[in-house]
Nanobody, 125 residues
C-alpha cells in the first residue's frame, strides 16, 4: 500500500504562511485524485483542497479559496499545500489523502483510500 507522509506543519501567527508537503511512496500520477483534509478537535474531517491528477483540475473549500493553493509534482511524487493569510480558524491537523480508483472524487472523506498520519497547523497570536 502506498504510504503518504506529511511535513511542514507548525505554529504561526495570524496572517502568516506555511507550506505543507506530502511525500508519496508510489506514483502520484497513478492516483485518480489527491487532496488535503483537516480536522480540528471536536469537528468532522473536512476537505480543504483537491486535485485531479490527470487534468490538474483543482477544487477548494470556500473557507480557504484565494488563500490556499494545492499543487502536485508528479515527477517527485509530492503533493503540496501553500497556505497564506492563515487565520485562527485554520488551526487543525492536516491530512494528505489519495484515491487511486476512478468513479468517485476526493471531495468527501468517505471516498479516500489512503491517508497520511497528519501534520499539525496551529495559528495563534
Amino acid at each position: 500500500q502506498v504510504q503518504l507522509v506529511e511535513s511542514g506543519g507548525g505554529s504561526v501567527q495570524p496572517g502568516g504562511s506555511l507550506k505543507l508537503s506530502c511525500a508519496a511512496s508510489g506514483y502520484t500520477a497513478s492516483a485518480f485524485c489527491m487532496a488535503w483534509f483537516r480536522q480540528a478537535p471536536g469537528k468532522e474531517r473536512e476537505r480543504v483542497a483537491s486535485i485531479y491528477t490527470q487534468t490538474d483540475t483543482t477544487r477548494y473549500a470556500d473557507s480557504v479559496k484565494g488563500r490556499f493553493t494545492i499543487s502536485l509534482d508528479k515527477a517527485a511524487n509530492a503533493l503540496s499545500l501553500q497556505a497564506n493569510s492563515l487565520k485562527v480558524e485554520d488551526t487543525a491537523m492536516y491530512y494528505c489523502a489519495a484515491r487511486w480508483r476512478g468513479g468517485r472524487d476526493c471531495l468527501s472523506a468517505r471516498n479516500i483510500e489512503n491517508w497520511g498520519q497528519g501534520t499539525q497547523v496551529t495559528v495563534s497570536s
